[in-house]
């Protein structure tokens, strides 16, 4: 017995434990899954009674509920429908989807089943005209329906021959009534609207929003003109989609009442809209004027600073009412449907293809916004909108509560009134954030060489992404420009938008701050806001309009020269500007600047250029073979010639080149230098300057170099390439044999790099600094070459041979009278060293910085120094020389440095 | 009475049959719900203790793991840092945010041992997102002192490993040396915090001159920074760097040009614009301002590791100012498994060029050789890295996971070493010709 109690005791212990997971487990389920799958795709939603069970359960506490005592009673009605007739216009009510192109059960026309009854209140009583109103199946499909009811003949009630008794929940319970009161105050004409309880045939009071029909009598309670054309928007029209399109089609509009002058009962007006509604139309010429003739920009402002301050997006095509004012001759915007949600990013569309449009307008959308940014900073208008709000609530929560015919539970009425509570504080809050965000990226642009000879000086790109414009507000001018620019000598331009500087960009009026800057430069500031202005475009949206993406919007301005000499320094740029959020008048984020030197890659281009155009560009130069260009004869070159690549430069021998001051030839194309002893090609200055150089820059095929004598070149930057050699090989393999390199002024005579080293029977005379460079050649020989810098040549400061991460060899050559290093070794370099003889020089031979260089049978005579080894940069590693079977003469120091090895 | 017994085993039966039942249906829900979902939205993310356990009881495990010894020693280094700077350190970190913003990049003041000599070092967590700096163990970012390099380096950062997933950066490193590609220098290190237990980290040479100098590279030239976080509130993660110039930064800027310009980035944009393959010329200029063989490596790379990870936020380059053209540097390639092979390459440049069949012919030569000839290689080395790492990795008592975790890890990237080399094995193979517009 005790073994099978243990037993079942485990067995129950089990089962419990399951049970506990198993609830654990489908609390999971339900926490992970959202609530429309497990209705709709899982068995739950066909669960006859599951879901109307929970939905019980909820309305069995809506005893627990008061609500507030309401500040004034609610007007209540008393309707009485024929029980026939009633169930007349539930038979009529469709179930079904109208088409599968539908999202919603809808009220088609065929539905719309009026009937008769009688309306009591105050103790009068009226025939009416019911029949159930809305759209969507939540306004009819339910026990508490949506009323519209129709006055018979002349007694009207209050004056109003049609209202609609609408479900409060349907439109926010104190949302819409909430968004009229602001309309109302910011003049917009609103059906009158009130929260009232009705009874059907004798039963429980159901609250309800009533609001007075559109038409003749509604327009002219509120002092209108009433014989006027009314439009509206609805759905249900076509079999292939829920709402109408009325921007694809002027077919689609609807009126709730027709003007009586026209001869015709016609639509031209929204037809009107229609046109101004297409994508882009914003961009067309004369589109704010033809808005401007049929509205008062300012109600379209208001109307869309209306619904940001409700979070809306649901003015969409179906909530679109107009009336054309046939007195003034303008269409008047009706604020409908505003809604009250939380809030959404201000870069998403406005809601429908007209105000989309209207507010790709900068202008019209920076008023709106500066409209919300006003009223949201106003505290009084702010808590009067709470105060309203609140005030709207008290009147329905406790009518809400006892209306015991609505589809909710009171805890649901309740977690919605205090959402949309929520909402409103919320959305002044956000709109608060949102306004101050105005990011802006700028891209300022010196011109190149080319551009700024013409007179535009300087680009500046002002790339924005939202929420608010900015002003491009001032900038700090170079303190040269002061006179200029006061006279109109140098003018800020805007760019029209084709980003190209001309003649339909337009000057904007400048005027001189007060105040310098700080480094004491004239300030400018922009006097035209319309020109200044930088906005961002649309963002980029999904499939359902929500934004994926801010937008990156550019906007270009250029500071042109009309006449005298402005032009920057170097202390000039990048520019000091300033830009402020157009709407808070705050600063803007600037969240990057930077600067761009149009000079840079100025003759980029030419690199790439094809065989007759260089051709046509250079005359001296011929053409030669499929891709070859040649040069020959006594020529002066007087601008720096770039070779493009593809080709191959030939110079013949006996050819002499004569270079202007700072003249570069550059080429990326091999090239063939070939002279002869007799007839040598010469590369030297045209003038008493020094030249640039002569650059062969990432030539993968093999150049050519003997016989040839260069002289009086110096250093060059060119194409964002720095070169230091008067002459240089980069990136591009050369044979060199028999050259001569005499009186450079750069930092190298000769410069070769990322090449393997090919140099032989070459000499140098006079370098002004380095006379031999060689950087990061992984192989080859330097040979049978002397170097010599005669004495007293104070110019001359540099070494022999400087090499740095090139294990090559070095071999009979003759160094003489280097004020630095004959020979420097440096990063990592493991040269072999033959045969050498140093002579006269600061250094005869300097390890530095890692290098490891093997010494083999030199001869130091008269060096300050023969042998040196040090650490110059300390990201390298202590250098090691070995010098064997070397002969040292007449050197002051023997060695300098702690890891020399001298072996006999 | 007899029946009894019978009810008892019927009972248990349905019990245990239950039980499996539960287990496996909660196996099935765990295995096809988003771990994020089930952390955000359940009850189970607020159940931390619970989950600590579980870690715990995973943790527990740990001795069973030991690793196999490894071909080397590992260097140390052991690290002190001034506790009460430590400590300011730690405050400044963000608890709730995703990313580490400027203001917690805060300097810790102390020294750096390794080979018997000391270095004077500041030091601040390093690392966008949170993995590198919420938990015990962080990523750090160590500067030293001008006068008092170490091993010539002015910072270097120690990487948590598996944020590089483990040896595949290593691996990508030593692939694009063999690639002829520049790569900053690293190399697996444990290192001791105040004494702690020694935590294995990769150590990367940190981007700056002297990096570029010690690789026979220019030192004084624009080496351009992307990557940043939240420059604009509009993107809070990484900026859209594609987007605007204005978006880049430099970790070092060139001395010659006179000014401290971006005008290499605005061609870098011109190149990667979208369609800009169609520009007549746009070969030529990729050939001027690149060296298009390393584009073709760098993209190869890229490729051998999965393809996914090099988009716009981890390209590096410096412009190469003696040889007037870009120079790319291999960085984050990380590592995924075998996907579709014709996907975009992963930024606009790589669109762009190759968008031109002959360079992405080549790209795919160049694979095919270099699986045939190198594979075995690449796996020998990917095995000597783990074989490097992996018992220090299970010895490293503060790392956010489990040995298990670290060895399943471990085991995974193995297995995709190998299987994106298969895969590409395969594709290379299946057609012979390339298809030269990648699918959208």
Redesign the interface.
């Known amino acids: 017995m005790r073994a099978l109690k243990i037993t079942l005791g485990v067995i129950v212990a089990a089962l419990a434990a399951e049970m506990l997971a198993s609830i654990l487990l489908a609390v999971l389920v339900y926490q992970s899954t959202p609530k429309s799958t497990l209705a709709r795709d899982t068995f739950i939603g066909r669960v006859p009674g599951l879901l109307a069970g929970v939905r019980v359960l909820d309305r069995s506490l809506n005893f627990m509920y008061r609500g507030p005592r309401a500040p004034e009673a609610l007007p209540s009605y008393q309707l009485t429908i024929d029980p026939a007739d009633l169930r007349k216009i539930e038979e009529s009510l469709p179930t079904e989807l109208p088409s599968p192109w539908y999202g919603n059960v809808f009220l088609t026309e065929d539905a719309k089943e009026w009937v008769k009854g009688t309306f009591r209140a105050d103790g009068e009583e009226y025939n009416v005209d019911v029949r159930v109103r809305g759209d969507i199946f939540n306004h009819w499909a339910y026990r508490k329906k949506s009323w519209r009811i129709k006055f018979d003949g002349d007694r009207l009630f209050h004056g109003i021959r049609e209202m609609n008794l609408i479900i409060p929940e349907d439109r926010g319970w104190i949302a819409e009534p909430l968004a009229a009161f602001r309309a109302k105050r910011m003049g917009f004409l609103q059906p009158p609207m009130q929260f009232v309880t009705a009874s059907l045939n004798g039963g429980d009071p159901m609250v309800y929003t009533q609001i007075e029909q559109f038409g003749k009598e509604m327009l002219e309670k509120q002092s209108r003109p009433g014989d006027v054309n009314i439009y509206g928007a609805g759905g249900g029209t076509s079999y292939f989609q829920q709402w109408d399109d009325v921007f694809s089609d002027t077919a689609y509009w609807q009126k709730y009442g027709t003007a009586v002058v026209p001869p015709h009962d016609a639509m031209e007006e929204m037809e009107a809209i229609r046109v101004l509604s297409r994508e882009g139309a914003h961009l067309e010429p004369g589109y704010r004027d033809r808005i401007r003739s049929i509205f008062d920009v300012t109600m379209l402002t208001n109307w869309y600073a209306l619904a940001l301050l409700s979070g809306s997006s649901h003015v969409r095509d179906h909530n679109i009412r107009f009336f054309y004012d046939v007195s003034r001759g303008r269409l008047e915007p009706i604020p409908w449907d505003i809604g009250l949600y939380w809030p959404r990013t201000f870069l998403s569309l406005p809601g429908n293809p007209f105000l989309n449009e209207i507010f790709r307008v900068p202008e019209w959308k920076l008023q709106a916004f500066r409209t919300l940014w006003k009223h949201v900073n106003d505290e009084a208008a702010v808590e009067e909108d709470l105060a309203e709000a609140k005030r709207l609530r008290s009147e329905v929560e406790r009518a809400a509560y006892r209306d015991s015919a609505k589809l909710q539970s009171n805890r649901q009425v309740s977690a919605e009134l205090d959402e949309r509570m929520k909402q409103v504080q919320a959305n002044v809050d956000f709109a608060k954030e949102e306004l101050v965000r105005s990011e802006i990226l700028v891209n300022q642009r010196l011109s190149s060489t080319a551009d700024a000879a013409r007179g535009l000086l300087y680009t500046i790109d002002a790339t924005t992404r939202g929420v608010s414009p900015a002003l491009f507000a001032e900038f700090s001018a170079p303190a040269g420009w002061k006179a200029d620019m006061e006279q109109g000598k140098v003018q800020l331009l805007r760019d029209d938008g084709d980003f190209v500087w001309n003649d339909g960009d337009q000057a904007i009026p400048l005027v001189l701050r007060a105040v310098p800057d700080k480094a004491g430069r004239p300030v400018f500031q922009t006097k035209q806001e319309t020109l200044s202005l930088v906005w961002a475009g649309d963002a980029i949206f999904d499939e359902w309009e929500e934004v994926v993406q801010a937008p990156h919007t550019r906007h270009r301005f250029y500071l042109i020269r009309r006449s005298g000499g402005a032009s920057f320094s170097k202390e000039d740029l990048p520019l000091n500007l300033e830009f402020t959020n157009a709407v808070t008048g705050g600063k803007a984020q600037v969240i990057g600047d930077v600067l761009m030197d149009g000079r840079t890659f100025e003759r980029l281009g030419e690199a790439v250029a094809d065989r007759a155009s260089f051709l046509r560009r250079y005359p001296l130069f011929r053409s030669e073979g499929d891709r070859g260009v040649f040069l020959q004869g006594n020529v002066t070159l007087s601008e720096t010639v770039i070779v493009p690549m593809g080709l191959r430069l030939r110079v013949a021998p006996g050819t002499t080149v004569r270079f202007g001051r700072d003249v570069t030839l550059l080429s990326y194309a091999p090239v063939t230098l070939l002279g002869t002893e007799s007839a040598p090609i010469r590369f030297e200055p045209a003038t008493g300057d020094p030249w640039g150089v002569f650059l062969v820059l990432n030539a993968k095929e093999p150049s050519d170099v003997a016989w040839a004598e260069f002289r009086g070149g110096r250093e060059a930057f060119i194409n964002d390439t720095y070169v230091t050699g008067m002459v240089a090989f980069h990136g591009s393999p050369v044979k060199i044999r028999n050259a001569t390199f005499r009186d450079s002024h750069g930092d190298d005579a000769l410069n070769i790099k990322y090449i393997p080293a090919d140099l032989a029977h070459l000499r140098f005379e006079n370098a002004g600094a380095d006379a031999l460079d060689i950087d990061m050649a992984a192989t080859g020989v330097l040979e049978d070459s002397s170097f010599f810098v005669a004495p007293g040549d104070t110019d001359s400061n540099g070494d022999g041979v400087d090499l740095s991460w090139s294990p090559i060899t070095v071999r009979r050559l003759t160094i003489e009278g280097s004020r630095d290093k004959c020979i420097s070794v440096g990063e990592s370099s493991k040269p072999v060293i033959e045969d050498v003889t140093l002579r006269g020089c600061y250094i005869g031979i300097a390890a530095k910085d890692g290098s490891v260089p093997t010494v083999t049978r030199a001869t130091f005579i008269g060096n300050d120094i023969a042998v040196a080894a040090y650490i110059k940069k300390p990201i390298f590693p202590q250098p090691h020389i070995t010098v064997r079977r070397s002969t040292f003469e007449g050197n002051k120091v023997l060695q300098s440095g702690s890891l020399i090895t001298i072996e006999p | 009475m007899r029946r ?1 017994p019978v009810i ?1 085993a019927a ?2 039966i349905l ?1 245990f049959g ?2 499996v039942g ?1 287990i496996l ?2 196996l099935l ?1 765990y295995q096809s ?1 988003s771990k994020s ?2 952390a955000q ?4 993310g607020r159940m931390q203790e619970a989950l600590r356990f579980v870690r715990l009881a995973d943790r527990a495990m740990n001795p069973f793991y030991r690793g196999p010894k490894p071909p080397q020693a590992l260097p140390h280094y052991d690290l002190a840092l001034d506790h009460a700077e430590l400590a300011l350190v730690e405050k400044s970190l963000p608890q709730d945010d995703v990313y580490l913003s400027e203001d917690a990049k805060i300097w810790a003041k102390g020294t750096l041992a390794s080979d018997g000599q000391s270095f004077s070092v500041k030091a601040r967590v390093r690392g966008d997102r949170y993995n590198h700096w919420r938990f015990r163990k962080k990523s750090w970012r160590i500067s030293f002192e ?2 008092h ?1 170490f091993r ?3 910072e270097l950062n120690l990487v948590i490993p598996e944020d590089r997933v483990w040896f595949v950066e290593p691996l990508s490193a030593y692939r694009a040396d063999k690639f002829g590609l520049f790569h900053p220098p690293m190399r697996f290190v444990t290192v001791s915090l105040n004494g702690s237990a020694p935590m294995l980290y990769l150590e990367i040479e940190h981007w700056n001159k ?1 990096m570029l ?2 690789q ?1 590279r220019p030192g004084d030239v624009n080496f351009y920074k992307t990557g940043d976080i939240g ?5 809070p993660g990484w900026d ?1 760097i594609e ?6 930064g430099k970790f070092q800027s060139a001395v ?12 870098f944009f011109q190149l990667s614009r979208g369609g800009a393959h169609g520009d007549p ?1 746009f070969k ?2 990729i ?2 301002l690149f060296d298009h063989e390393k584009l073709v490596r760098w993209y190869a790379l890229s490729l051998l590791a999965g393809n996914l990870h090099v988009g716009g936020d981890n390209l590096r380059f410096f ?1 190469d ?5 870009f120079e790319p540097i291999v960085w984050d390639i990380s590592s995924t498994a075998p996907g579709a092979f014709f996907t975009l390459p992963g930024n606009g440049l790589w669109s762009e060029v190759f968008s031109i069949p002959e360079w992405k012919q080549e790209t795919h030569d160049f694979l095919q050789t270099y699986i045939a000839e190198e594979a075995d290689d690449d796996l020998k080395e990917a095995g000597r890295l783990r074989s490097l790492i992996e018992r220090a990795a299970y010895r490293d008592p503060l790392k956010l996971q489990s040995n298990r975790q670290v060895r399943h890890d471990l085991d995974q990237r193995m297995a995709e070493v190998r299987a994106n080399m298969d895969f590409l094995r395969q594709e290379l193979s299946g057609s012979g010709v390339a298809i030269p517009v990648p699918l959208q």
């Open positions: 009894v008892v009972l248990s019990t239950l039980g539960l249906l909660t829900f719900t979902i089930l939205q359940t009850f189970i001008d006068e390099l010539g380096i002015k002297e100098e010690k026979a420059t604009s509130s509009f993107n859209m987007a605007d110039t204005a978006y880049w010659v040009p006179l000014f401290d310009s971006y005008e290499e980035v605005d061609l010329d030529k200029k050939d001027l412009w100012i003696s040889r007037g053209r």
